[in-house]
């Protein structure tokens, strides 16, 4: 795979997300292609309203449904229950960006993943023993490298320098 590619991790409501989207704020300001893909392990994503057509059509068995708007276009598809990011990656991105990142799959392996962990969780790493993870974003947990969860200009001068090899 030629395209960089990171994972952010963390517990439920553990800030995942909102670092992520300052993350893509930031590295979009300076003109970078950024494309995002989220993980809805459990299906609760709600993308679309039941009675609409597109819904219609897609429960009515289509492979793919596309729902054209001005400014955004979705996309349903239909996958095998066992899809993986590198399936998602290689087929369904386009627009060749400079930088992917994966919100979730922390049961992937082959990705670069950091961990949010804050510190009014009171947990441990969920990915303490893996090989995978490269950094802890947080506002108290020691490892080497930690970024913090307040500072994502950090985080983003780390990805230029590792990722997009841009200093």
Same mark, same amino acid.
Request: proline share 4%.
């Given at each position: 795979?030629?395209?960089?590619?990171?994972?952010?991790?963390?517990?439920?409501?553990?800030?995942?997300?909102?670092?992520?989207?300052?993350?893509?704020?930031?590295?979009?300001?300076?003109?970078?292609?950024?494309?995002?893909?989220?993980?809805?392990?459990?299906?609760?994503?709600?993308?679309?309203?039941?009675?609409?057509?597109?819904?219609?059509?897609?429960?009515?068995?289509?492979?793919?449904?596309?729902?054209?708007?001005?400014?955004?276009?979705?996309?349903?598809?239909?996958?095998?229950?066992? #899809?993986?990011?590198?399936?998602? &990656? @290689? +087929?369904?991105?386009?627009?060749?960006? $400079?930088?992917?990142? %994966?919100? *979730?799959?922390?049961?992937?392996?082959?990705?670069?993943? #950091?961990?949010?962990?804050?510190? &009014? @969780? +009171?947990?441990?790493?969920?990915?303490? $023993?893996?090989?995978? %993870?490269? *950094?802890?974003?947080?506002?108290?947990?020691?490892?080497?490298?930690?970024?913090?969860?307040?500072?994502?200009?950090?985080?983003?001068?780390?990805?230029?320098?590792?990722? %997009?090899?841009?200093?």
């Amino acid at each position: 795979m030629n395209r960089p590619v990171i994972c952010i991790v963390g517990a439920h409501n553990s800030g995942k997300t909102t670092f992520i989207t300052s993350v893509i704020s930031l590295l979009k300001a300076e003109g970078y292609k950024v494309t995002a893909v989220k993980h809805d392990p459990k299906g609760k994503a709600v993308t679309d309203t039941e009675g609409k057509d597109s819904y219609k059509m897609f429960e009515a068995g289509a492979d793919q449904v596309i729902l054209a708007s001005p400014g955004k276009i979705t996309s349903y598809i239909k996958t095998e229950e066992n #899809y993986t990011p590198m399936f998602i &990656i @290689e +087929n369904l991105i386009f627009d060749d960006p $400079d930088l992917i990142i %994966l919100e *979730g799959f922390k049961w992937f392996e082959g990705i670069d993943k #950091y961990e949010v962990i804050r510190k &009014i @969780e +009171n947990r441990e790493l969920l990915l303490k $023993d893996s090989s995978d %993870l490269k *950094g802890v974003i947080t506002d108290y947990y020691k490892f080497n490298p930690s970024f913090d969860i307040n500072n994502p200009k950090q985080f983003v001068q780390f990805i230029k320098e590792t990722y %997009l090899k841009i200093v």
